[in-house]
């Protein structure tokens, strides 16, 4: 039987470093031509994440432990640096030092808080620290509740204002997944009160619908882009990207239902 800390490290790494290898693209798309120090750096993080997406691949299941757990190490360092990467430029942003560019301040700290996100995933299977379930299923939500709002945000602003209907589309997710946040912050705050199971079900289902619904539309978005059917300024990469993380919530609430329904927790929880 495969070993849980090698089957969840390898998935993660898979999943995050393409993720991390997309971000380099996307912001190094919307510099000027004459940051060239930030194009180099951009540039350079994309070949080391195609490399570690690469080398992911090349490991199997049966791959021994402490093979995995010196890899996690590597990656998480250079998570770590692409952090900081994006952390810098964030600031220079928001300093008016990049005047022109077309990278938004949010995007910038959304890719940023993702590539925090991986990091701590790393260091918490290299360690062996579990979150306790109801814990994971409060913490992980308000993770990716604030990713998907944030991605309506962007499609709404990168579609062409005369796609109007889309535009709208984009703005009433925007509304939603706030207010879904905006719960789970309210959960949060109630610790330990509001970790009973009937609460965190209902917590669980409410967010799978809307999630599912949003994914939807991503997938439309995305196909009509492909097609040429809807005018914007959405990279095709991008459309694609925004839909798999969708596809990554939903994932990880199938699994947070499935260990309630078990009444059990998941040996390597996500």
Same mark, same amino acid.
């Given at each position: 039987m495969p070993d849980a800390f090698v089957t969840r490290s390898i998935d993660e790494i898979r999943f995050w470093s393409r993720i991390m290898k997309e971000h380099s693209l996307f912001l190094r798309l919307g510099f000027r031509c004459e940051d060239t120090q930030l194009i180099n750096e951009a540039q350079y993080f994309y070949k080391v994440f195609e490399g570690i997406e690469q080398q992911s691949? *090349?490991? $199997?299941? %049966?791959t021994d432990p402490s093979t995995i757990k010196q890899f996690n190490k590597e990656v998480h360092a250079a998570v770590s640096h692409i952090w900081v990467f994006k952390r810098k430029l964030l600031g220079l &942003?928001?300093?008016? +030092?990049?005047? $022109?560019q077309n990278n938004f301040p949010l995007l910038v700290d959304h890719v940023s808080r993702e590539a925090y996100y991986f990091r701590n995933r790393l260091e918490?299977?290299?360690q062996g620290k579990l979150e306790p379930l109801q814990d994971a299923i409060i913490d992980e939500n308000v993770f990716f509740l604030r990713i998907m709002a944030d991605h309506a945000k @962007?499609? $709404?602003?990168l579609l062409d204002p005369s796609e109007r209907k889309l535009v709208d589309q984009a703005r009433e997710f925007s509304h939603d997944f706030d207010q879904l946040l905006f719960q789970a912050k309210d959960l949060d705050s =109630?610790?330990?009160?509001?970790?009973?199971?009937?609460?965190?079900d209902q917590f669980l289902d409410q967010n799978r619908v809307s999630v599912k619904s949003l994914r939807d539309f991503k997938q439309t978005a995305? %196909?009509? &882009?492909? +097609?040429?059917?809807?005018k914007s300024i959405i990279h095709p990469l991008l459309a694609d990207h925004v839909f798999r993380? *969708?596809?990554? @919530?939903?994932?990880?609430? %199938? =699994? @947070?239902e499935g260990a309630l329904t078990a009444k059990r927790e998941p040996s390597i929880h996500l």
């Open positions: 691949h *090349a490991y $199997g299941l %049966d &942003i928001l300093s008016c +030092q990049l005047p $022109g918490e299977l290299n @962007f499609i $709404g602003h =109630m610790r330990p009160q509001s970790q009973t199971k009937p609460l965190l995305r %196909d009509l &882009i492909y +097609q040429c059917k809807v993380e *969708a596809e990554r @919530f939903l994932e990880i609430i %199938d =699994m @947070f």
